[in-house]
């Protein structure tokens, strides 16, 4: 089969069509096997746990690359929704808090489990954050409680697209098996974190506007997940911190990482006083 039209690049992958109604994820050289593999694995468990998400149809080389073949999901994601029509914000933010707690709703035995993952991470941050603040960052977190449902942990907008048949959530390279919340401030601070605005690039004043309106869909959808699973402020507070401290490992910018280094240090600081 051919290479049709490219959808989407990002750091990790192309997103080409491949055939009628399937489209192949196709992992840029440098990828692992191993990554690669995991991805459709928890692809598929997601599927055999009744999950909205792509069928996935088969691993692929070409040109030295692997590629997962996929089943295409016709619709937009919430990104290119809110482009179209910024003023559909909080209906959104709504419709994401809901995808969200309805995955949350899933106990599974399957996923890799989040406590070894967060532990590590957080080990991994000590060359950044020095021996007493990662100690303090691990006491933190042993404290909090376990639980055994589904996270996505990349669960943002463009992770989302809605189908005809209803919300698919897409790439699920980094799910777990772990306490909901994390997944949630996971999702609040790729929100909050600044980004470059799409258009009018040189604009300062945009800028801000449109991380203004980011850092208000986070409000909305963390209102509306709070309201929906029965959460309480408390609960996400305590886990700020140790979730931040992940993001300094994992595969975000050094510009972002040195914007949660200082988000860490804030927190921290309100902490002690
Ligand atoms: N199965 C699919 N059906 C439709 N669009 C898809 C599908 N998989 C990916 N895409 C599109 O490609 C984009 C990137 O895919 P994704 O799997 O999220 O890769 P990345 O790891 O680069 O974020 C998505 O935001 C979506 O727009
Ligand atoms: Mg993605």
């Known amino acids: ?9 990002g750091d990790r992958a192309e997103i080409f069509t491949y055939g009628s109604g399937t489209l192949v994820k ?8 191993r990554h690669i593999q995991r991805e459709a694995n928890n692809t598929m468990t997601a599927k055999a746990y009744g999950l909205p998400v792509p069928a996935v149809k088969d691993i692929i080389h070409f040109n030295g690359r692997e590629g997962i073949v996929m089943e295409h999901i016709q619709g937009p994601t919430i990104t290119n929704i809110l482009r179209k029509s910024p003023h559909k914000i909080k209906t959104y933010a709504q419709k994401f808090a809901q995808v969200q707690a309805d995955l949350h709703s899933i106990s599974v035995t399957d996923f890799p489990s989040q406590r070894e993952f967060m532990e590590k ?26 639980a055994d449902r589904v996270c996505h942990n990349d669960f943002h907008q463009e992770n989302i697209i809605f189908s005809k048949n209803g919300p698919v959530i897409l790439d699920w390279q980094e799910a777990l098996r772990g306490n909901p919340i994390a997944d949630v401030v996971h999702a609040v601070l790729v929100q909050e974190h600044p980004v470059p605005a799409p258009i009018l690039k040189t604009s ?9 309106y980011r850092k208000l869909f986070a409000k909305f959808y963390l209102q509306e ?13 305590d886990w700020l911190i140790p979730v931040a401290a992940t993001r300094l490992f994992t595969k975000v910018s050094m510009e972002e990482k040195d914007w949660t280094e200082k988000y860490i240090r804030k927190q921290l600081g309100a902490l002690a006083t």
Do not use: C, W
Request: charged share 25%; net charge positive; no cysteine.
């Open 26 to 33: 196709l992992f840029r050289k440098e990828i692992s096997s």
């Open 121 to 146: 991470t957080i080990l991994n941050s000590l060359g950044r954050l020095g021996h007493d603040t990662t100690e303090t960052i691990l006491k933190l977190f042993k404290d909090l409680p376990d």
């Open 1 to 9: 089969m051919k290479m049709g039209e490219l959808v989407s690049a």
């Open 225 to 237: 997940y709070m309201k929906l699973t029965n959460t309480s402020s408390g609960q996400i507070r």
């Open 204 to 212: 300062s004043y945009y800028f801000q506007l449109h991380n203004k």
